[in-house]
């Protein structure tokens, strides 16, 4: 069985997201499928994608892997609102050699 404990959390919103958008699709027309093998494919591949981003110190790619009316919640500061904002954030944390312990793993 794969792990998929290090994927971030705005990936597995965005399961969530596609989930439903397809499933009410899907309902509307008379069928309800969803290929969740596809899903988790796209989301290795976009998780890949965001750690890739971090690695590389680029706060713009890490960022638009949010939508642009994103919300970050958290402990430690206040909500960080929208996808502009998301790059500023990551852009802090990278100029201030923030280490995000990053271990993606690829699913086959």
């Known amino acids: 069985m794969k792990s998929y404990e290090n ?3 705005s990936t597995l919103l ?3 997201t596609l989930a439903t958008m397809t499933g009410f699709n899907q309902l509307r027309k008379g069928t309800l499928m969803f290929d969740s093998l596809a899903a988790i494919k796209e989301i290795d591949i ?3 994608l965001f750690a890739e981003a971090l690695r590389n110190s680029d706060s713009v790619k890490a960022g638009n892997c949010y939508t642009k009316d994103t919300r970050i919640f958290n402990s430690v500061r206040t909500t960080t609102e929208g996808r502009e904002h998301v790059i500023h954030f990551y ?3 990278i100029r201030n050699s923030v280490d995000f312990h990053l271990s993606h ?3 086959n």
Do not use: N
């Open 7 to 9: 994927i971030p959390a």
């Open 105 to 107: 793993r690829h699913t």
């Open 14 to 16: 965005l399961f969530l």
């Open 91 to 93: 852009g802090y944390m």
């Open 46 to 48: 976009q998780s890949g």
